[in-house]
């Protein structure tokens, strides 16, 4: 037998899969998670308090916040944030007391039908892209660390309405709107990576896609054949999709683990619907920094906000 035995045993080992066990000790590290009452980010934060992170709730229901808060326990917080309203965007940080290391945009929406938020954004749009892309660019003078943005493989199937991307003219459906919103949001993640990089910041940022998540995020209506539909996928998803603790784990990763900046966090099962975190790759369409640079303009002038670092 040649070669050493200490490289064959090395060889051998497996390594263990990722667990939120990896996060470590969190303590003193102040970190925001949007729409942290459900879903993905309800895994998020819940993980984050069991780290021994300071977790400050983002969310629209704030007396349901406050029950997810006290069931988490630790050093738990809750802050009123609607980013469907710019103007609860902009008084976000009045309420915010002090610095934060990370700052988490996982809150997400899909609606049953065409509609505009208060500011006159398409609501999808408005909540998934606008809303967060405002908040960074206030809060971004106040974050120490890193920004992550949960994107969605919802991306590669996504046209990109430059001209319209309110869908005013174009058709409007649910999942059209949904995907051009999260090609939206990775595009924002590229630039935002640019800049940031380009600048020296000591602040990285990732995107993310948590896989198939047995959420209520499919939930868009309460009656009809959208109801209906949101059962069958609960149904399916419960037996085949990541549970909210899995789907938190591409968000979680970008914390716990050495990773380079700008990267794209999803899951390592097949089709990207479920598994553990793994580094993944993006559409063509997702890496283009000219088109990159044209989404964030139009954000800009959208919001009244720049992103400047």
Known sequence: MTGEPGAVAAACVVPAPWSPDRLGDQAGKRIVVTGATN??????????????????????????????????????SVIELD??????????????????????????????????????????LGTNLLGPFALTNLLLPRIGA????????????????????????????TMGSYAQSKLAVMLWGLELDRRLRAAGSAVV???????????????????????????????????????????????????SEPIPPGSYVGVSGRFGL??????????VLACDYEVAARVVAFAEAETDTTLAV
């Open 205 to 255: 940022t990732q995107l993310t896609h948590p896989g198939w998540v047995a959420s209520n995020l499919s939930k868009v209506s309460d009656a009809g054949p959208l109801a209906l539909a949101h059962k069958v996928v609960q149904v399916a998803a419960n037996r085949f999709a990541n549970d909210i603790d899995a789907g938190a784990g591409p968000s979680l990763y970008c914390i």
């Open 39 to 76: 879903g993905v980010g309800l895994g998020t934060a819940r993980a984050l308090a069991r780290a021994g992170a300071q977790v400050i709730l983002a969310v629209r229901n704030t007396e349901l916040g406050r029950r997810r808060a006290a069931e988490m326990g630790g050093a738990t």
């Open 83 to 124: 980013l469907a309203d710019l103007s609860s965007v902009r008084t976000f940080p009045e309420r915010l007391d002090g610095d934060i290391d990370i700052l988490i945009n996982n809150a997400g929406a899909l609606t049953d039908r065409r509609r505009e938020t208060v500011d006159g954004f398409e609501m999808t």
């Open 274 to 283: 479920r598994g553990g975190p793994v580094l993944i790759g993006r559409s």
């Open 146 to 173: 890193q920004i992550i943005n949960v994107g969605s493989d919802a991306h590669r199937t996504a046209k990109l309405h430059l001209d319209d991307p309110h869908l005013r003219r174009d058709n409007w459906t």
